[in-house]
């Protein structure tokens, strides 16, 4: 096939396809499909070998956002019922990294829900950073807190912060229908800021909530023009209580694609199969590993994922290996242009230092103001209930089961691991 071709060669020179190229990858057809994932691993493996880098959720607050992103469980009037509690003490969050970086994690990713930090969340983060440290100074940090203001990029790279996350999400064509209490273009600066500040960016994107494939071209081309050095693909968790909870619109096939043309943008690029990947791809999921080259280990913000145990079963019998902390994720030639923007900074950061210096996430999709002072889970964290049984194979929609349904029985909440009594899944 032509275009595989074209794609095959840009990518293993590092170059990045047309726009027209890209929209053609998502156009292509079932009986196509295994050779679109040939293609894209071809470029995969070029830079990133068989490595799968395992990266790890600390959700440090859960809930009480005031913004109004229509995708999130958290968001302000969501009648989703996750779990809901203010900031964790800097052990308790760091006990939950612990035991994400036990099961194979070499990135943990802090975040919080809220539309941006308070220079008191800076000092809360910081003191987690350090507690996280002081048991792994190996480990990396990403750090998730919605929009950044002035000098807060700074603050937390001196603090010990590798990375910070803060997604794109879908185009700025259609952005507007998704949040109205902050737009795009704050999404942006918040990404130049954490960039300007010499910490690895992050950012990402949401895959069906009912864009158009020149949504989803529009917003990875313009991921790559902002330098993100890792991009999570997030597949739409159509959370019960949502505005988006009957957006049914993926199948595992489309998935694969989305996740080709990602790649083919971005060959160089680390590539995280994010939130959604239990629910959209399915039994497919080994086959994403062919494209991406880093996931979540375990359990996301507020839904539960697969097993840890299952996540490094199935990178094993797929062919592929565990990242291990000494090896860099990012390609030679990347990681210098990554180390000479640090170098830029280094003495000019602003605040308080922690310990050791120290990402990203594709950690949380939704970004406000915590108003609640206290870093002590609410009484719905610690009476959390027991997980749920797992979902039998046959409640799993079919490619034509998008008829509006709410699909509550493939979405499972989270009720176990920070904020919680139990134990978390890594």
Known sequence: MDLLDTLTAK??????????????????????????????????????????KLNYLVNLKSGLCPEDCSYCSQRLGSKAEILKYTWLKPDQAADAAR???AGGAKRVCL??????PTDRDIDRVTDTMAAIKDADPAVEICVCLGLLSDNQAERLKAAGADAYNHNLNTSENTYGTIAKTHTYADRVDTVRK?????????????????????????????????GSDSVPVNF?????????????????QRCLRILAMVRFVNPDTEVRIAGGREVHL????????????????????TSEGQAGQADLDMI????????????????????????????????????????????????????????????VPSEAASSASVPSEAVPSEA??????????????????????AGTELAPNA
């Open 11 to 52: 990518g293993l020179r590092g170059e990045v396809p047309t726009r027209e190229e890209a929209l053609a990858v998502l156009a292509t057809t079932d009986d196509e499909l295994l050779d679109v994932v040939a293609a894209a691993g071809k470029v995969r493996r070029r830079w990133f070998g068989r490595r799968v």
């Open 99 to 101: 035991a994400g970086v």
């Open 111 to 116: 975040v919080a829900s809220g539309r941006g």
């Open 194 to 226: 954490a960039h300007g500040a010499g910490l690895s960016a992050c950012s990402g994107l949401i895959a069906g909530m009912g864009e158009s494939d020149e949504d989803l071209v529009d917003v990875v081309f313009a991921l790559r023009e902002l």
């Open 236 to 252: 739409l968790i159509p959370f019960e209580g949502t505005p988006l909870a009957k957006e049914w619109n993926l199948t595992p």
């Open 282 to 301: 399915r039994s497919m999921q080994p086959l994403g590993l062919h494209v991406a080259n880093s996931i979540f280990l375990g359990d996301y913000l």
């Open 316 to 375: 094993k019998d797929a062919g592929f290996e565990v990242e291990g902390a000494g090896e860099a994720t990012l390609p030679r030639h990347r990681a210098d242009v990554a180390e000479a923007a640090q170098a830029a900074h280094a003495g000019g950061s602003c605040g308080t230092a922690a310990s050791a210096c120290g990402s990203g996430g594709g950690c949380g999709p939704c970004g406000g103001h915590s108003h609640d002072p206290e870093a």
């Open 396 to 417: 799993f929609p079919s490619e034509n089961d998008t008829d509006g349904e709410l699909r509550s029985d493939l979405v499972k909440v989270r009720r176990r691991g």
